[in-house]
């Protein structure tokens, strides 16, 4: 399977907006459910969301900023991120469920 590809990503001041993309075409995954996570320089991994058969879900740390959308014509799952926080400072990753390979993921920084 090869890896999804994210782009979107920049730099933006706080309170900001920032839309994310992840290209799934050609990538063949159970029920369309798909991930995203981020990860912080010296910290792990961690999940932000997931578009499931049953809904989409996120973690409490973005809920109410942070919203899953999906383009099938695009094949483009999107992640909308609006009222950014520089904790939210981090390269940003999508992955299918269960996962396949990383790909490169999309830098996504937060600063005045």
């Known amino acids: 399977q090869v890896p999804l590809v994210e782009s979107g990503g920049g730099s933006v001041q706080p309170g900001g907006s920032l839309r994310l993309s992840c290209a799934t075409s050609?990538?063949?995954?159970?029920?369309?459910?798909l991930s995203w996570y981020r990860q912080a320089p010296g910290k792990q991994r961690e999940w932000v969301g997931s578009?499931?058969?049953?809904?989409?879900h996120y973690a409490e740390f973005v809920k109410g900023r942070f919203s899953m959308s999906r383009d099938n014509a695009k094949s483009i799952v999107y992640l909308q991120m609006n009222n950014l926080e520089s904790e939210d400072t981090a390269r940003y990753y999508c992955?299918?469920?269960?996962?396949?390979?990383w790909g490169q993921g999309t830098q996504v920084t937060v600063s005045s």
């Open positions: 578009a499931r058969p049953d809904g989409r």
């Open positions: 992955n299918t469920i269960p996962w396949g390979p």
């Open positions: 050609g990538v063949a995954f159970t029920g369309n459910a």
